[in-house]
Structure formats: structure tokens, C-alpha cells
């Protein structure tokens, strides 16, 4: 079957959901940074670079709402991948039935169905999907309840069950899922996806250019109960075991991407910029900045696109200020023209990453709307959806005679049972 690095993603379509914020539970800000570091990897190259605007991101939903019907209509087109990823509180009700926790959802068993994301309407969006493979993953306590009906993501028994189906648990149906204190690391990440994409990012040496769902699974189980967390669990249908995520980084061909023209990066170029993104999200990322601006700049000048944009962060002071936790406050012009040198070089080679941060540099750094507003509107034009939300931000401060932010600090990067080693969800 076609691996990360030939399949075209443009006919697959994947859903993320996370919450960390609660009304009534405690808040779980681990699983702010799963749901980012998920979304960079699958848009990232070694998962085959899925397009933006076939990945969506559901952040701190408060009630279900329209959400299932959000789900349905999200996975509905998805001819080749349909991928659904949770994270944050799971919960069961009375009838044992898996909830997948939102802003507002209720302790109380009885109020919790009518209060979340239920596995059910997770598992209806996947029965009305014609994609080929479907997958779902839940880094969430309780997770194997949702293995119901065999596991299989079709419905009902009288369904017919997709030519190739994935859950990944990182619970048993009655056991808790972990996650990273504040105390053990200043971006902590839930156990299961953190264990997920470190195995990605770092690949597996001896192993086949391409790393398949079954395989990765097992090596993330075995590192798991290694350390001493939770074992997670996984149902599989037909051919999905065998279903290539995402590249090999540690094999000679892993960083080999499909043709996209004379204008595409030398291999060399995806394998750099993935080694500069792996330092970047671990856990000594602050430490280590002089090495990952090396590296982006090394991937820029061999022609990567959103290396060139995150080597702008670096340069500006973002990426220092993010990987330390502090607001982006620094007002001075040091790293401001190389920053823009390199946000518009990547813009210029169809970066919607580049176009969006050259937009708020002139925003949020230079006071220069009308700059502003021609560069978010070429962001959102490539289908950055925080590009979009600028921009009709800005135009409604400017209706309101406000003006940009001109100065302002914060700044948010586009790409997250007590025990002695972590806390459960």
C-alpha cells in the first residue's frame, strides 16, 4: 500500500479535539500541548504533510453543541484517511459509554452524556465516512470503552465495517491515562502522545523507510509499561496495521519526499528541518536554540519553505520566549529585519506560515496595517485559520478607529490518580 511518502492527503481528512480548560474538573494543561504537538506532526513532513485545510482543530469546546454534527460533517468527504484524535478528560456514564470531556461537562454520571462528546458520535461521523482508513486515537482515562462492537469505528453490527479500521487507547475501559506535571517539565505533555510522537520524531533505527500504525503501536506500549505508565490499548481491522503514518526518520530514505516540481527541497532539506522541529519540542528546547536556528537555517537555504518561516521566529525572539513561557514583549529592533527577511522569503516559496507571521510582525512589531492585512489575507487565501481570525481582528479595530497592535505582547505560535511520575485524566 502507498506510504507517508507518496500518499497525496488532499482526499483525507482529520479531526482534533482537546481540552484543558473546565468548569467543573481540574484542568489538564498537558493536554494543550498533545493537541498542538499532534497537529505539527501530521502537518509536519514525516507524516506526509497533511494540507492545513484538511486538518481541523477544536480547542476548549464548552458543550457539545453542533459538535457532532461538526464531526460528521468533517470526516464525511474523507475518501482515502479519516483521522479522529482526542485528548483531555475521558469520562463513562450510567450505561458504561465512553465521554469524551468539554468545557462544561458534569461530573455527575447522569448529566455527563448531555454534557460531552460521546464515543457514539464519534463512532456515527466514521460510519457515514467512505474513507478506506479510518482512525481513531484517545489519549484520555477509560479510553477502552470505546472499544464496543468489536472495536470497529462502522456502527452497528449491521454495518458494513471499513476496509481498515485503528483505535489507539491509552487506557484499559476502566483505568486511568497519565500525564506530565508542571513540575516535570515546563510544556508538559500527556503520556500517551507525547510517547506517540517522540517515537516518530526520533524514528527507529534498522527499520523500513516507512513506519506502520501496528508497529508503532507496539513500541509505544512497550515504552509505556517500560516506564512504569498505564499500558494503553488498540483494536485493529484488515489491512490498518500495515498503514504507513509517517516517514522513518532514522532510515537512509525516510526524509525522501514525493516530487512537487523543480521548485521542491532536496530530501536533505525535510531531514534537517524534522531534526531542528524534534529539538524544538523537546524537553531542553530553550537550551538549545543556537543549535535549532542551525539547523532552520541550514533547511532554508536548501530551499524548505517553513523552515525559512520558524527560522524568523527564532531570529525575532519568539520561539526563545515560547519555549521559556513568557509573553513576547520585546520591543526592540534586534532580529526585527532578518526576521521579515526570512517570513517573506518563505511566503514568496508558498508558506502560509510565512505570510501569517510577517503579517503580525508588521501588526504586533511595526504598527503597519495596511502591510498587516495583505499578508494575513495570503495566509488565510492558503487556509491558515488564525490568519483569517486576525485579520477580521484587525479590520474591527481599525472600524472602530482602535488601530493595530502596535507593541502589544503575547504572541501564540501557529506550528499541547497522582503518582510519582505523572497524574492521571
Known sequence: MPDALDRDFSRSRAVLIGTWDYRHLRPVPAAEH?????????????????????VSVVENRARPGDLPHEL??????????ALFYYVG????????????????SSPDPVLRTTSSLTFDAVRQAFRTSRAATKIAI?????????????????????????????????????STAWFESAAESPRPQTYFTKYLADLIERGVPGGPAGLALGPIFQDVAHALVRDGKPPPGSRFGD??????????????RGGIRRGAG???????????????????????????????????????????????????????????ARLQGELFSDTSDRGVEEAMHWYRKAADHGSVFGAFWLGLLYEDRL???????????????????????????????????????????????????????????
Open 89 to 104: 478528560h475521558g469520562q463513562y456514564d450510567n450505561d458504561d459509554r465512553l465521554c469524551l470531556a468539554l468545557g462544561e
Open 262 to 320: 523543480p521548485s521542491a527541497p532536496r530530501p536533505d532539506a525535510e531531514e534537517t528541518y524534522a531534526a531542528a522541529l524534534a529539538l524544538e519540542n523537546g524537553l531542553d528546547g530553550a537550551g538549545r536554540l543556537a543549535e535549532i536556528e542551525s539547523l532552520y537555517r541550514t533547511a532554508a537555504g536548501l530551499g524548505h519553505a517553513d523552515a525559512m518561516a520558524r527560522l524568523g521566529l527564532v531570529l525575532e525572539g519568539r520561539t526563545r
Open 367 to 425: 504598527g503597519d496595517a495596511t502591510e498587516a492585512m495583505k499578508w494575513y489575507e495570503t495566509a488565510a487565501r492558503g487556509g491558515h485559520e488564525g490568519a483569517g481570525a486576525a485579520l477580521a481582528g484587525l479590520r474591527d479595530r481599525l472600524s472602530r478607529g482602535l488601530g493595530p497592535l502596535a507593541g502589544a505582547a503575547g504572541f501564540k505560535d501557529a506550528p499541547g490518580s497522582n503518582r510519582r511520575t505523572g497524574r492521571s485524566k
Open 138 to 174: 484517545l489519549d484520555c482515562c477509560f479510553a477502552g470503552l470505546a472499544a464496543g462492537h468489536d472495536g470497529r469505528l462502522s456502527g452497528a453490527d449491521d454495518m458494513p465495517r471499513s476496509p481498515g479500521f485503528c483505535l489507539l487507547m491509552a487506557s484499559g475501559e476502566f
Open 72 to 81: 460528521v460533517l468533517g470526516l464525511q468527504d474523507a475518501v482515502d484517511v
Open 34 to 54: 498533545s493537541l498542538r504537538r499532534m497537529r505539527d506532526l501530521l502537518t509536519g513532513p514525516l507524516c506526509g504533510d497533511w494540507p492545513a485545510e484538511r
Open 239 to 252: 489491512h490498518a496495521a500495515e498503514f504507513v503514518l509517517a516517514r522513518n526518520s532514522a532510515h537512509p
